[in-house]
């Protein structure tokens, strides 16, 4: 280039750069924009566009694949549902059930399956069901233990699998019961089951990890933690998750870098047999709200059905009661329940939020023992009885509405009303 001119080498230079800046630009307009759909994700991920960029002449924008979901008819272009519910809490009663009932199918062992059938039909509504594990389990011939130090038959987490569950929350103040060797094995066995889990760990590095739930249109991360341990200590402080809103908050800015549309916090606390959330529930689940990071907020431990408040747009379920237990003798609420299944739909930007909060109340029955619904279409029939069952629902609904949840928009579950 030494016989080229200065004036025409700048020309050249110039020329040059005009078509690399050319290439550049039609090559960003593949990327998606912030509130466009990427065109290799179902779950609202996005890359950033040059600016003014955009796709080139004739060329249509892809648009996002409808995404109904299961439950109620989805108003927006996708949506997703998440159904939950209260403490496994298996007795010894519970688990002679399940020998009971194994023996009358002609079958050996134990069988939790008659127990939770009355779910099934609420769980298929769902796209999503999250069961939590109050107690570890141990080993498939025992030996068993009840309260207070629990050991229970492994049986309970095949039917929670085969009623339709896909995962459980196990930070509980019963999670080391049994030291590490129940820890790990309640772990190993909601593995061996195919249920994906959160709480509890078994490795440091496990700790660190987030559970994300792949759903057909969203990501749904689960952060769980519980009050405390009944006075026990984990062997090491990273094994379950204890409720400190920080690593809360920290862990679900975690989930959503990884790519999570919906983020759960689930709390194990509160005062047993309550009507109400104590000062704690309160003020953690309202510190998590207001980190902008939770899309909802759901609880359990206190063996009562809890109120549900809609706190700065954000649903919070205080307590879900029991979902299966021995019937107490001295507190009718710790034999009641409540099943919860939220529906959440993506806006046109690429939000999500909420959008259909539904509930329906229980009770655990005995003679045989089963968990039953007492919501106002009686899905199984008379559950305790008659007058017994209108009592439960009245006491339920009244608790979960003392927080102004039924004028926020919330409402019982009818399965009659399809879907």
């Given at each position: 280039m030494?016989?080229?001119s200065a004036?025409l080498?700048?020309?050249?230079?110039?020329?040059?750069?005009?078509?690399?800046?050319?290439?550049f630009?039609?090559?960003?307009?593949?990327?998606?924009?912030p509130?466009?759909?990427?065109?290799?994700?179902?779950t609202?991920?996005?890359?950033?566009?040059?600016?003014?960029?955009g796709?080139?002449?004739?060329?249509?924008?892809?648009?996002?694949?409808?995404?109904?979901?299961?439950?109620?008819?989805?108003?927006a272009?996708r949506?997703t549902?998440?159904?939950?519910?209260?403490?496994m809490?298996?007795?010894?009663q519970?688990?002679?059930?399940?020998?009971?009932?194994?023996?009358?199918?002609?079958a050996?062992g134990?069988?939790?399956?008659?127990?939770l059938e009355?779910?099934?039909?609420?769980i298929?509504?769902?796209?999503?069901?999250?069961?939590?594990l109050?107690?570890p389990?141990?080993?498939?011939?025992?030996?068993?233990?009840?309260?207070?130090?629990?050991?229970?038959p492994?049986?309970?987490i095949?039917a929670v699998?085969?009623?339709?569950?896909?995962?459980?929350?196990?930070?509980?103040n019963?999670?080391?019961?049994?030291?590490?060797?129940g820890?790990?094995?309640?772990?190993?066995?909601l593995?061996?089951?195919?249920?994906?889990?959160?709480?509890?760990?078994?490795t440091?590095a496990e700790?660190q990890g987030?559970?994300?739930?792949?759903t057909p249109?969203?990501?749904?991360?689960?952060?769980d933690a519980?009050?405390?341990?009944?006075?026990l200590?984990?062997?090491q402080?990273?094994?379950v998750d204890?409720?400190d809103?920080a690593a809360?908050?920290s862990?679900?800015?975690?989930?959503r870098?990884?790519?999570?549309?919906?983020v759960?916090g689930?709390?194990?606390a509160g005062d047993?047999?309550?009507?109400?959330?104590?000062?704690?529930?309160?003020?953690?689940?309202?510190?998590l709200?207001?980190?902008?990071?939770f899309?909802?907020?759901?609880?359990h431990?206190s063996?009562?059905v809890?109120?549900?408040?809609?706190?700065?747009g954000?649903w919070i379920?205080?307590?879900?009661g029991n979902?299966?237990?021995?019937?107490?003798?001295?507190?009718v609420v710790?034999?009641?329940?409540?099943?919860?299944?939220?529906?959440?739909?993506?806006?046109?930007?690429?939000?999500w939020?909420?959008?259909?909060?539904?509930?329906?109340?229980s009770?655990?029955?005995?003679?045989p023992?089963?968990?039953?619904s007492v919501?106002?279409?009686?899905?199984?029939?008379?559950?305790?009885?008659?007058?017994?069952?209108?009592?439960?629902r009245?006491?339920?609904?009244a608790?979960v509405?003392?927080?102004?949840?039924?004028?926020?928009g919330?409402?019982?579950?009818?399965?009659?009303?399809?879907?």
């Amino acid at each position: 280039m030494g016989n080229i001119s200065a004036g025409l080498r700048g020309r050249i230079v110039a020329a040059a750069s005009a078509v690399v800046l050319a290439v550049f630009l039609a090559s960003c307009v593949l990327v998606a924009g912030p509130g466009e759909p990427s065109p290799s994700s179902a779950t609202g991920s996005t890359g950033e566009a040059a600016e003014g960029a955009g796709p080139p002449s004739g060329t249509p924008t892809q648009a996002p694949t409808p995404t109904p979901g299961r439950g109620p008819g989805c108003a927006a272009v996708r949506c997703t549902s998440v159904l939950v519910t209260g403490d496994m809490l298996v007795h010894p009663q519970l688990w002679q059930q399940a020998r009971e009932d194994a023996r009358a199918s002609g079958a050996a062992g134990l069988d939790f399956g008659p127990l939770l059938e009355g779910q099934r039909r609420y769980i298929e509504q769902s796209d999503v069901a999250i069961c939590h594990l109050e107690t570890p389990v141990a080993g498939p011939d025992g030996p068993f233990s009840g309260y207070p130090s629990f050991n229970v038959p492994p049986q309970i987490i095949h039917a929670v699998r085969g009623v339709g569950y896909q995962a459980c929350t196990t930070a509980s103040n019963h999670a080391v019961d049994r030291g590490t060797a129940g820890l790990v094995r309640t772990l190993d066995a909601l593995d061996a089951a195919g249920l994906r889990h959160t709480g509890s760990y078994r490795t440091e590095a496990e700790s660190q990890g987030v559970l994300i739930l792949q759903t057909p249109a969203a990501k749904i991360a689960v952060i769980d933690a519980t009050y405390g341990l009944n006075g026990l200590r984990a062997e090491q402080s990273w094994q379950v998750d204890l409720l400190d809103p920080a690593a809360m908050i920290s862990k679900a800015r975690r989930a959503r870098a990884l790519g999570a549309d919906i983020v759960l916090g689930v709390m194990h606390a509160g005062d047993e047999y309550s009507s109400e959330p104590n000062a704690q529930q309160r003020e953690v689940a309202h510190t998590l709200v207001d980190s902008g990071q939770f899309s909802m907020i759901y609880g359990h431990h206190s063996h009562s059905v809890l109120p549900i408040e809609k706190y700065k747009g954000t649903w919070i379920v205080y307590g879900l009661g029991n979902g299966i237990t021995e019937l107490s003798p001295s507190f009718v609420v710790n034999n009641e329940g409540l099943l919860v299944r939220v529906q959440f739909r993506q806006d046109a930007a690429g939000a999500w939020a909420a959008s259909d909060l539904a509930w329906a109340p229980s009770v655990v029955v005995r003679g045989p023992y089963r968990w039953c619904s007492v919501a106002a279409d009686a899905p199984q029939g008379r559950c305790a009885g008659t007058a017994a069952d209108a009592a439960t629902r009245r006491r339920t609904t009244a608790v979960v509405e003392s927080m102004g949840a039924a004028a926020a928009g919330a409402h019982e579950l009818i399965l009659s009303r399809k879907p």
